[in-house]
């Protein structure tokens, strides 16, 4: 191939890049990039809870406004985890508003409703996802305990990295189940 081809096809597949920065098979099946902007500088670091977080509290409230539900919501998580602080970013409920509630119950399980509670979401992680939720946090553990010198620890970092990719950007089907009660 002539390097000019070479450079048309890349010219190419940046400009879908630009205008589809998400998974290919769900364009726009997953959040800003804004959003884990504004999340990381909340939270003070990436990880996966965070991301989870976002996730679960975006698609929660999704289909609650498509379920045709307006006004404020309010939040019940089960984990006093990293991604209460994803919640409330992908949400609008704080802490300090009292519109969200945190029993550490260890699940990474939210219940999104309205103000009056007559309607409920249930958003938790698909049985994927949550493997590789603890995927990372094994990676994590792994990470943490070697030297910064150590061969194969880019690997691993490398490893964590694809999670997070994921996490970010695959569609909501994958990510996350959605159950009204
Ligand atoms: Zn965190």
């Known amino acids: ?18 205008c589809f920065p998400c998974h ?17 500088q909340f939270h003070g670091h990436t990880c996966t809870g965070l991301i989870i977080g976002i996730r679960i509290g975006i698609a929660a409230k999704e289909a ?36 969200i509630e945190v029993i550490d119950h260890q699940e990474n399980r939210l ?19 949550d493997q590789q939720r603890l995927l990372s946090i094994s990676l994590k553990k792994k990470i943490d305990k070697l030297q910064d010198d150590v061969e194969g620890k880019d690997r691993l970092e490398q490893g ?5 990719s994921w996490f970010r950007t695959a569609p909501d089907a994958e990510v996350v189940e959605l159950r009204f009660l």
Not at 112 to 129: M, N, P, Q
Request: a negative charge.
């Open 111 to 129: 219940i999104l409703s309205d103000i009056t509670g007559r309607h409920r979401v249930e958003a938790k992680l698909t049985e994927f996802a």
């Open 24 to 40: 290919a098979l769900a364009a726009d099946d997953c959040p800003d990039q804004d959003v884990y902007q504004r999340a990381e």
């Open 64 to 99: 609650l406004r498509a379920a045709g539900v307006s006004g404020s919501l309010k939040a019940q998580y089960y984990s006093k985890s990293c991604p209460v602080d994803g919640l409330q970013i992908a949400i609008g409920t704080t802490y300090s508003s009292k519109s």
């Open 1 to 18: 191939m002539s390097s000019q081809g070479l450079v048309s096809i890349i010219t190419i597949f940046a400009a879908w890049c630009l």
């Open 160 to 164: 964590m990295d694809d999670i997070n």
